[in-house]
C-alpha cells in the first residue's frame, strides 16, 4: 500500500461528504487507502461514512463500540494505516486539488531527506464563508527539522508524511500521552526525522473554522490544561535547550491555568496544578512568574 488517509470525525454530518468526496476525487498512480475513525458522535455522521465504506472498497471505516475522545480516536485511526505515506485530513476540512496526493508522494519518493510535505490552507467559516485565503500567512517556505520540533507546524489537512517513523512515535504516545493536542506531538515527534516541504503548486486546501468542532467545542481552561500535559509529555522527549523550551511552555500553561480557573472549578484539581507551578517555578529559577501568578491566585480564592 503505497498510502494512506487518516480521516478522523465526530458529530460532522454536515461536511464530512465533502471530506470524503475531495480524498476519493484524487488522481493518483498507486494504490491507496482511506482510514476513518468515527468516534460513535450522536448525528448521522457514522451512517454516511457506512455509506462510502460500503460503496467504495479503499474506504475502511473502523468498528466501534464506545466514544474513545480526541487522543485516543487519533492514536486508533494512526495506528491503523498501513500506507508508505500518511495523508490527514479531519472530516470537516476537504482537499480542493485532484493531484494533491500525487505531487506529494511523487517529491517524497524523490527526497528522503524530507518527512513530510506540506502546502497552503484557506480558512472559511461552517457556512462556507472565506475567513482568511492564507492559514499559513508569512510562513510559505520549508520547515527545518528544528523548526519543526520547536513547534513550528503547518496545517494538519495540508500534510503527507513517511509511515516509517510512527511505530516508535505512537509507542511513545501510548506510554505517555492520552491529551488533545495529537498533531502538535505528532509533528513534533516527526521533526527528529527529517524537515518538512512546502509546495506551493498544491492548490490550498480547505480549514473550516466553526464552534462545533471537536478542539473547539473545549473552553480555554480545558485546553491549556492538555497544552500543559502535551508540553510535560514533550519535554521528557528531549534534553538540552528543546527540553528548557518545552519547560518555559510547561510553565506559561500552568500560569494561565492557575490565574484563569473559574472560582466553581474543584479546588483539589486547581490546588494541585498550583502545587505543581510553584515547585517548577522555584526549581527553574522563573521567581517572577511566581509572584504575578500567586497574585491572581490568592484573589481568585478571596472573591
Given at each position: 500500500?503505497?498510502?494512506?488517509?487518516?480521516v478522523?470525525?465526530?458529530?460532522?454530518?454536515?461536511?464530512?461528504?465533502?471530506?470524503?468526496?475531495?480524498?476519493?476525487?484524487?488522481?493518483?498512480?498507486?494504490?491507496y487507502e482511506?482510514?476513518?475513525?468515527?468516534?460513535?458522535?450522536?448525528?448521522?455522521?457514522?451512517?454516511?461514512?457506512e455509506?462510502?465504506?460500503?460503496?467504495?472498497?479503499?474506504?475502511?471505516?473502523?468498528p466501534?463500540?464506545?466514544?474513545?475522545?480526541?487522543?485516543?480516536?487519533?492514536?486508533?485511526?494512526?495506528?491503523?494505516?498501513?500506507?508508505e505515506?500518511?495523508?490527514?485530513?479531519?472530516g470537516?476540512?476537504?482537499w480542493t486539488?485532484?493531484k494533491?496526493?500525487?505531487?506529494?508522494?511523487?517529491?517524497l519518493d524523490?527526497n528522503?531527506?524530507?518527512?513530510?510535505?506540506?502546502?497552503?490552507?484557506?480558512?472559511i467559516?461552517?457556512n462556507?464563508?472565506?475567513?482568511?485565503e492564507?492559514?499559513?500567512?508569512?510562513?510559505?517556505?520549508?520547515?527545518?527539522?528544528?523548526?519543526?520540533?520547536?513547534?513550528n507546524?503547518?496545517?494538519?489537512?495540508t500534510?503527507?508524511?513517511?509511515?516509517?517513523a510512527?511505530?516508535l512515535?505512537?509507542?511513545?504516545?501510548?506510554?505517555?500521552y492520552?491529551?488533545n493536542?495529537?498533531?502538535?506531538?505528532?509533528?513534533?515527534?516527526?521533526?527528529k526525522?527529517?524537515?518538512?516541504?512546502?509546495?506551493?503548486?498544491?492548490?490550498?486546501?480547505?480549514?473550516?473554522?466553526?464552534?462545533?468542532?471537536?478542539?473547539?467545542?473545549?473552553?480555554?481552561?480545558?485546553?491549556?490544561i492538555?497544552?500543559?500535559?502535551?508540553?510535560?509529555f514533550l519535554?521528557?522527549?528531549y534534553?538540552?535547550?528543546?527540553r528548557?523550551?518545552?519547560?518555559?511552555?510547561?510553565l506559561?500553561k500552568l500560569?494561565?491555568?492557575?490565574?484563569?480557573?473559574?472560582?466553581?472549578?474543584?479546588?483539589?484539581?486547581?490546588?494541585?496544578?498550583?502545587?505543581?507551578?510553584?515547585?517548577?517555578?522555584?526549581?527553574?529559577g522563573r521567581?517572577?512568574?511566581?509572584?504575578?501568578?500567586?497574585?491572581?491566585?490568592?484573589?481568585?480564592l478571596?472573591?
Open positions: 500500500m503505497k498510502l494512506s488517509v487518516f478522523v470525525t465526530y458529530n460532522q454530518e454536515k461536511y464530512i461528504r465533502q471530506c470524503l468526496d475531495s480524498i476519493l476525487m484524487q488522481k493518483v498512480d498507486f494504490d482511506v482510514v476513518i475513525g468515527e468516534d460513535h458522535g450522536t448525528d448521522g455522521t457514522r451512517a454516511i461514512c455509506e462510502y465504506a460500503a460503496k467504495y472498497p479503499q474506504v475502511r471505516l473502523l466501534l463500540k464506545e466514544r474513545l475522545g480526541i487522543a485516543r480516536n487519533w492514536q486508533r485511526v494512526l495506528s491503523e494505516c498501513k500506507g505515506y500518511i495523508a490527514m485530513c479531519e470537516d476540512d476537504y486539488d485532484e494533491k496526493l500525487q505531487k506529494q508522494v511523487s517529491f524523490e528522503n531527506e524530507y518527512v513530510m510535505s506540506f502546502h497552503d490552507a484557506t480558512i467559516d461552517e462556507g464563508n472565506v475567513i482568511s492564507s492559514k499559513q500567512g508569512d510562513w510559505k517556505k520549508d520547515i527545518s527539522s528544528e523548526e519543526l520540533i520547536l513547534g507546524h503547518p496545517s494538519t489537512q500534510v503527507t508524511f513517511r509511515q516509517n510512527l511505530p512515535i505512537l509507542e511513545r504516545m501510548r506510554k505517555g492520552r491529551y493536542n495529537g498533531d502538535t506531538v505528532l509533528f513534533t515527534l516527526l521533526g526525522y527529517g524537515n518538512a516541504k512546502y509546495q506551493s503548486e498544491i492548490t490550498n486546501s480547505v480549514w473550516r473554522n466553526h464552534s462545533s468542532a471537536a478542539w473547539s467545542a473545549i473552553n480555554n481552561i480545558e485546553k491549556d492538555s497544552g500543559y500535559h502535551t508540553y510535560t519535554q521528557k522527549q534534553t538540552g535547550e528543546t528548557k523550551k518545552y519547560l518555559n511552555a510547561r506559561n500560569s494561565r491555568i492557575v490565574q484563569n480557573t473559574p472560582g466553581n472549578r474543584m479546588y483539589k484539581e486547581l490546588f494541585l496544578y498550583y502545587l505543581r507551578f510553584i515547585f517548577l517555578s522555584i526549581a527553574h521567581i517572577v512568574l511566581l509572584w504575578k501568578t500567586n497574585k491572581g491566585f490568592i484573589y481568585n478571596l472573591k
